[in-house]
């Protein structure tokens, strides 16, 4: 599972807070404490006032770097901004993101294509987010008409196909999971990526249904996600759940997170 650690994101109260003030440490401490627990990127999205983004970005993506080697996702609805941030990263990270909506996969993969960046696409169109499965699906074929257009390698996306809110969805997330079973049938090396906590928003108890919806997708196809790795139990959940499917050989994985899982064993 590829780990995109979601925690320096001003959508997160605290963590508005901290870029409001400019607190370098807050920023800091959230990137060692994911690196920590071993993501593969980590998302910036500063979520500020758009002549104040790119300038925040800088500061967030200089923050982190002073701290960790990790690869930065960055991260905004505006693509152009994610296409300047690239240019304060040190090393090839996660372009968050495109879509077919506008200019924006045309902006973002022209951006990427000569490079070794990866990138996160979302399935929605100028049309706004597909209620079917079929419709999704047919934005995804445009994207990877798009992709192939500019050379981009399916193993290079991340293909978002827009996890929803549980409570007002009028099928539950079966749709979702026909969605990722069908990319990973046409495209076996592409990736299937989401925001694990969209689909408990206004639940009680989130944390378990987080969890349940991570088993469901990562058994459809889901191979990387965006969440919080500081989550004792979704990280031990998500080992759990590699070994269960064979793809952790004599669950060494398994074993070494909880020997070493984040300030103790990962709670299993």
């Given at each position: ?154 193993s290079r996306l ?86 269960l499917m064979g ?22």
């Amino acid at each position: 599972m590829i780990i995109i650690g979601e925690k320096i994101n001003g959508a997160i109260p605290a963590t508005a807070k901290a870029i409001a003030e400019r607190d370098a440490e807050f920023i800091k401490n959230l990137a060692r404490i994911q690196t920590a627990a071993g993501v593969d990127f980590i998302d910036v999205c500063a979520s500020v006032e758009n002549d104040v983004e790119l300038e925040t970005m800088k500061w967030l993506i200089d923050i982190v770097q002073e701290v960790t080697d990790t690869p930065i996702a960055v991260d905004s609805p505006n693509v152009q901004t994610c296409v300047e941030a690239m240019k304060f990263c040190k090393c090839p990270g996660l372009f968050n993101s495109v879509s077919m909506e506008g200019n924006k996969a045309d902006v973002g993969f022209a951006a990427i294509a000569d490079t070794a960046w990866e990138c996160v696409a979302l399935l929605n169109s100028d049309k706004g987010i597909p209620k079917t499965a079929k419709d999704r699906l047919d934005v995804f074929a445009d994207t990877m008409a798009k992709a192939k257009a500019y050379g981009i390698a399916a193993s290079r996306l991340h293909i978002d196909p827009l996890v929803e809110m549980l409570c007002t969805s009028e099928d539950g997330v079966s749709m979702v999971m026909d969605v990722i079973r069908a990319i990973k049938a046409q495209y076996p090396t592409i990736h299937v990526t989401g925001a694990i906590s969209n689909c408990s928003f206004n639940l009680p108890a989130r944390k378990t249904v987080n969890m349940g919806f991570t088993v469901m997708a990562m058994m459809a196809g889901l191979d990387s996600g965006i969440l919080d790795p500081t989550d004792r139990d979704l990280m031990g959940i998500i080992f759990a759940t590699e070994a269960l499917m064979g793809d952790d050989e004599y669950c060494v994985e398994y074993i070494r997170a909880y020997r070493q899982g984040i300030h103790g064993p990962i709670k299993i």
